[in-house]
C-alpha cells in the first residue's frame, strides 16, 4: 500500500496505475487515524471501511474489463445532508440520528456511474444552519490548521476532511456560503455552482430558492473535474436544468464544460468596493491585494466596480432562507419524518427534543416573518432587496465585466466558542450571502494566510458562467504557485 496514494490529482488516481483497493486503503487508514484520538477533528459522522474496500474493488474490475470512468477508485466523502444508501443521513440533528435513507441523491448516483468509492458522512451544522460546524448534534469539527478554531460551516466537515488528507475531494452544499466559507478557512477549493447546474434530488432541504450541492478538492481541476460529473439535468429535479452531456449551454447558445476550456483571453476583473470593509482582517486584506497583484501580473484587467446593495444581503438571506426552513422542516414531526420522543402531543414533543437551539431560532423567525401580520414588512421587503441585490451583479457583468473577486470571508478561522451571539455568526456570510441570492456560481480558492490560518478568495461569475470562474480561478492558482 502506498502512503498518500488517495491525494494525487484525481484524475492520475482515475487513470489507474495504483489500484482503487490500494487507493482507498490509504484513504481509509488516514480517515480512522483522522478521527481517533482526543485530537480527532470530528469531520466525519459515519464511514465504512469494508463497504468502501468493496466499492473500489468493483471499479478495480470494471477498469480491468475496460471501462473508463472520470472517477475510477476516487474516494469522496459526502455532506451528512445527503441521502445516501448504505450509510446514516443524518443533518447532524438528534431529529435524524437513525434515519437511514431508502432512496439515494441523484449527486450520489452519478458519483458511483463515474466509478467514485463512497467513504463517509461528514459533520455539519445541524441541518446546514450555521457557519462553523458548532450546531451539529455530535459536537464541531475541528480546523486541521488549528484545532482550536472551527472549520467554517456548514460543510466544515468535508473541507477539513479535504485539508486534512483525508480524502482528496468531498461533496458540500451552499444556502448562503456553506462551501465557500469552509473551503476558506481550512485553504481548500470549494466551488458553489449556478443555481439549477446541479440537481437537488436527495439534498434535504433548507432553504430551497438557495440551497445548491457544491464540491472541494486541493485544486481547481479537482473540484472542477468533480463538478462536471454531478452536473446536470434531472428529470427528479425540475430546478436542474443543465444538460451534462452536451456541455453547459449558455444564453448564446454556445456549449462548454467546465475544467476544459481556458480563458481564451486574460479575463476582466471587476473588484466591488463594498468587499473590502473597515473591519476586516489586515491579512485578509493583504492576501486579496498580493492575489490581484498576481492576476495583473497574469494580465488581467482589474476595475472597481459598485454592488451598492451588498450590506442588506445578510439580513435578507436571514428573512428568506429562515421563511424557507420553517416550511422546509415541517416535514420532521415524528411521523412522516424524524424520530419519536417525550411523552403528550407527539408533534411538539418530538419537535423540542430532536431540534437543537439554531434550528428552533430559524423555524420561529421564519414563521414570523411569513405571518399574516407581517408578511409585507419583512418577507415580501426581503424579496424586493433580493431583486435589487440580483440587479447589481447583472449591471457589473453587462458592463465588460468577466468575473468579480472578493474574499470570501472578512476573517480566517475563529476560536471554537468565540462567536457566541447569533448575529455575529450571520455576519461572517456578508461576501457569500450575496451570491446565493442572486443564483449566481461563485468559488473560493486558497491565496494565502493571515497569522498562519488559510485565507480564501472569492471568484464570481454570472449565472451558467462556471466555465470563466473556473478559468480565472486556474489562472490565479497558477500566478499564486510562481511566486
Ligand atoms: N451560514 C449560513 C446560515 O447559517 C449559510 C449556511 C449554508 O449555506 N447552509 O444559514
Not at 434530488?201 to 481547481?220: E, K, N, P
Not at 429562515?322 to 424524524?338: H, I, Q
Not at 420522543?341 to 439554531?358: K, L, M
Request: some cysteine; glycine content about 10%.
Amino acid at each position: 500500500m502506498s502512503d498518500g496514494a488517495h491525494l494525487r490529482p484525481l484524475a492520475d488516481i482515475a487513470r489507474g496505475g495504483v489500484s482503487a483497493v490500494d487507493v482507498t486503503r490509504a484513504c481509509m487508514t488516514a480517515v480512522v487515524n483522522g478521527e481517533s484520538g482526543p485530537d480527532r477533528l470530528n469531520a466525519f459522522i459515519s464511514y465504512d471501511y469494508e463497504a468502501a474496500i468493496a466499492q473500489a474493488e468493483r471499479a478495480d474490475n470494471d477498469v480491468a474489463g475496460g471501462a473508463r470512468l472520470p472517477l475510477a477508485g476516487v474516494p469522496v466523502a459526502l455532506k451528512d445532508n445527503i441521502c445516501t444508501l448504505g450509510l446514516p443521513t443524518t443533518c447532524a440533528s438528534r431529529m435524524l440520528a437513525r434515519y437511514r435513507s431508502p432512496y439515494e441523491a441523484t449527486v450520489v448516483r452519478r458519483l458511483r456511474a463515474a466509478g467514485a468509492v463512497i467513504v463517509g458522512k461528514t459533520n455539519l451544522d445541524e441541518f446546514a444552519m450555521g457557519s462553523s460546524t458548532e450546531t451539529s448534534a455530535f459536537g464541531p469539527t475541528r480546523n486541521p490548521h488549528d484545532p482550536a478554531r472551527v472549520a467554517g460551516g456548514s460543510s466544515g466537515g468535508s473541507a477539513a476532511a479535504v485539508a486534512a488528507g483525508m480524502v482528496p475531494a468531498a461533496i458540500g452544499s451552499d444556502t448562503g456560503g456553506s462551501v465557500r466559507q469552509p473551503a476558506a478557512f481550512c485553504g481548500v477549493v470549494g466551488v458553489r455552482p449556478t443555481w439549477g447546474r446541479v440537481s437537488r434530488y436527495g439534498l434535504v432541504a433548507f432553504a430551497s430558492s438557495l440551497d445548491q450541492i457544491g464540491v472541494f478538492g486541493r485544486t481547481v481541476d479537482d473540484a472542477a473535474l468533480l463538478l462536471d460529473v454531478i452536473s446536470g439535468a434531472d428529470r427528479l429535479d425540475p430546478t436542474a436544468v443543465i444538460e451534462a452531456h452536451a456541455g453547459v449551454v449558455d444564453k448564446s447558445g454556445r456549449t462548454h464544460r467546465s475544467g476544459k476550456a481556458d480563458a481564451v483571453r486574460p479575463p476582466v476583473i471587476g473588484v466591488p468596493h463594498e468587499y473590502f470593509t473597515d473591519d476586516m482582517d489586515d491579512g485578509v486584506r493583504r492576501a486579496c491585494e498580493r492575489a490581484l497583484d498576481a492576476l495583473r501580473g497574469a494580465g488581467c484587467a482589474i476595475r472597481d466596480v459598485s454592488l451598492p446593495h451588498t450590506r442588506h444581503a445578510v439580513p435578507v438571506y436571514s428573512v428568506i432562507s429562515a421563511a424557507e426552513a420553517s416550511t422546509n422542516l415541517a416535514r420532521f414531526d415524528g411521523v412522516r419524518y424524524g424520530g419519536r420522543s417525550g411523552t403528550g402531543d407527539p408533534v411538539e414533543a418530538s419537535r423540542t427534543a430532536g431540534f437543537g437551539a439554531e434550528v428552533k431560532r430559524r423555524i420561529m423567525l421564519g414563521t414570523y416573518v411569513l405571518s399574516a401580520g407581517h408578511h409585507d414588512e419583512y418577507y415580501d421587503a426581503a424579496q424586493r432587496v433580493r431583486a435589487l441585490i440580483t440587479r447589481d451583479f447583472e449591471q457589473a457583468f453587462s458592463a465588460g465585466i468577466d468575473v468579480l473577486f472578493t474574499p470570501t470571508a472578512p476573517r480566517p478561522a475563529f476560536a471554537i466558542g468565540a462567536l457566541t451571539d447569533p448575529c455575529s455568526m450571520y455576519a461572517s456570510d456578508v461576501f457569500t450571502a450575496p451570491v446565493s441570492l442572486a443564483g449566481l456560481p461563485a468559488m473560493s480558492l486558497p491565496i494565502g494566510s493571515a497569522d498562519g490560518l488559510p485565507v480564501g478568495g472569492q471568484f464570481i461569475a454570472a449565472r451558467w458562467q462556471d466555465d470563466a470562474m473556473i478559468a480565472a480561478a486556474r489562472l490565479l492558482e497558477q500566478a499564486l504557485a510562481r511566486r
